[in-house]
């Protein structure tokens, strides 16, 4: 017999969700194959099998919580599988069997795919995948099937309370973890939120000058993001303390600028990390942002995506937001909101105004070990940079 145990994840992982059993008891295994789907609280994890043989019993069911290391289920080999073949076996059983499920894990796809097609009867193999790799995703399988997107959170059915109908919708590992995440840094952080404005004529008018040719010779388009990236590294090193954590009654100061970039994904929020910024140029940040963000929304984002952030940017400007008050990604002390850009009047001396594309943009921190100063002063080096973007060059 050969268990199967959860394991290790990550240093900051310790337990997960059983969100899902892709093999059940009787079931024959080979080593490789995918028996389970373990929700974590950065990523969903497919579990594999070490061994061949006979899946023999299942311990943990879809919804329990499991700690690394434990025992969730049992492979017979050799002769022991078969007494459990024997015992597995039932008119039942086969008339269980799914139609349109054999051999789907054989087929490169993500969790949420395998399910939906499980669902619908839809043979894997058959799903057209747009990934550049092949692995079907759920909207692939959504494109087969030829149904709307449903909601990714399995629903029950509607309750009625006070004669007035509801809906009731259970949540995810994932967003408890962020609404958990999220009151707790409120709890222990003391935040604060400065604001400024940037005039973005320059960067525009960059972009609207170079984005032809950049795209041409860098496969890549030239957005905002790798501006705003190489900003707040400018900004990083002449206020390193925004680039700092607190641990116990110690500063652990960082020499490293591995920004991250929040994306709002199917789950929810994830924050995949820009590693070493600092020595990237403007393609390069501008490839990874997009290939991260494309993993994020596929799913496919690991957990070395997630881990080691040491400031965060989130641009809600993407959703028309003018304005907000961003919230700490802990146990980091600083994050940089962006905004939608807006053309308004704005005074550019005393005798003239002009119409400008402006943005907000709100810094929040940690007031513990940040003061007014350090911030309102990072603020202002953001915005030194963007307003004149060939200092980037020479600061970012």
């Known amino acids: 017999m050969a268990e199967v145990k959860v394991p290790e994840l990550a240093e900051s992982i310790t337990?997960?969700?059983?969100?899902?059993w892709l093999k059940q008891p009787g079931?024959?295994?080979e080593k490789g194959d995918y028996l389970l789907e373990l929700e974590t609280d950065k990523v969903n994890v497919e579990i594999i099998a070490e061994h061949s043989g006979v899946l023999e019993s299942i311990m943990k069911d879809a919804g329990d919580t499991v700690q690394v290391g434990e025992t969730v289920a049992v492979i017979a080999e050799g002769k022991e599988v078969a007494p459990v073949l024997k015992e597995q076996a039932s008119p039942v059983k086969e008339e269980a069997a799914p139609p349109a499920v054999h051999k789907q894990e054989a087929v490169l796809a993500t969790p949420a795919a395998r399910k939906l097609a499980r669902e619908k009867g839809i043979d894997l193999s058959k799903v057209e995948a747009v990934d550049p790799i092949g692995r079907v995703n759920k909207q692939d399988v959504e494109r087969t099937s030829g149904k709307p997107k449903g909601n990714p959170v399995p629903k029950q059915p509607i309750q009625v309370s006070s004669d007035k109908p509801v809906e009731i919708v259970k949540m995810s590992r994932r967003?408890?973890?962020i609404a958990k995440r999220l009151v707790d840094v409120q709890h222990t952080a003391a935040i604060?939120?400065?604001?400024n404005e940037v005039d973005m004529s320059a960067?525009?008018?960059v972009r609207k000058k170079r984005k032809d040719a950049f795209q041409q010779e860098h496969d890549v388009k030239l957005g905002f993001m790798s501006f705003f990236t190489k900003a707040v590294i400018g900004g990083l090193k002449k206020y390193p303390l925004l680039n700092a954590e607190v641990q116990g009654d110690e500063l652990l100061i960082k020499k490293?600028?591995?920004i991250g970039i929040a994306v709002s994904a199917q789950e929810g929020l994830v924050?995949?990390?820009?590693?070493?910024?600092d020595r990237m140029n403007f393609a390069e940040i501008e490839k990874e942002i997009m290939d991260l963000a494309v993993k994020a929304r596929n799913a496919k984002l690991g957990l070395a995506d997630l881990q080691g952030g040491t400031f965060t940017i989130t641009n809600g400007g993407t959703f028309g937001s003018l304005l907000s008050t961003p919230i700490l990604n802990a146990p980091q002390v600083g994050i940089l909101g962006m905004h939608s850009i807006q053309y308004r009047p704005v005074a550019v001396d005393q005798e003239r105004i002009e119409i400008r594309p402006m943005m907000y943009i709100a810094l929040s921190y940690d007031h513990r070990i940040v003061d007014g100063r350090e911030a309102v002063g990072f603020l202002v080096k953001v915005k030194e940079l963007l307003e004149d973007p060939e200092k980037l060059l020479l600061e970012g």
Do not use: C, W
């Open 175 to 177: 967003r408890q973890t």
């Open 256 to 258: 490293h600028y591995d």
């Open 27 to 29: 079931d024959a295994v």
């Open 192 to 195: 604060l939120t400065t604001f």
């Open 15 to 20: 337990e997960g969700t059983i969100s899902e």
């Open 203 to 205: 960067v525009m008018k």
């Open 271 to 277: 924050v995949p990390v820009v590693k070493n910024a």
